[in-house]
């Protein structure tokens, strides 16, 4: 999904998975150190992780343009912010997951940090 946002190929995620650790792995999932990794790699930027959770680091990001990946947990699972919405005293943030799978990529909203427990900026 970020790649998307910076205009690079999209990869498949079973080939993030092999770039780290190749094809004859069990697939288990990417540690935080792999996704840093892999946006100074392929995007040139610097992957930082955060665990404050702010309001005001959301709308930082998104109005610098920079969509972030925020992690739920139970199990860790990668998304990303695209945007956010302040509305009747509620912040909002546009969240698009790949999960269920057959979502399409669909944003959808979700009250500020109801289940993201981490983020990596993107930067």
Request: charged share 20%.
């Amino acid at each position: 999904m970020i790649s998307l946002y910076y205009g690079q190929p999209t990869p498949t995620q079973t080939s993030i998975y092999n770039y780290f650790f190749g094809p004859k792995d069990k697939p288990s999932g990417l540690s935080i150190n792999n996704m840093k990794e892999w946006a100074e790699v392929k995007w040139g930027k610097t992957g930082s992780l955060d665990t404050t959770l702010t309001n005001a680091e959301i709308v930082t990001e998104i109005d610098k343009r920079r969509p972030f990946y925020s992690i739920i947990l139970d199990p860790q699972h990668y998304r990303v912010c695209q945007g956010y919405l302040i509305q009747n005293g509620y912040f909002y943030m546009y969240i698009n997951d790949p999960m269920p799978i057959g979502s399409s990529g669909t944003p959808k909203i979700e009250v500020s940090t109801s289940q993201e427990k981490k983020r990596i900026y993107v930067r």
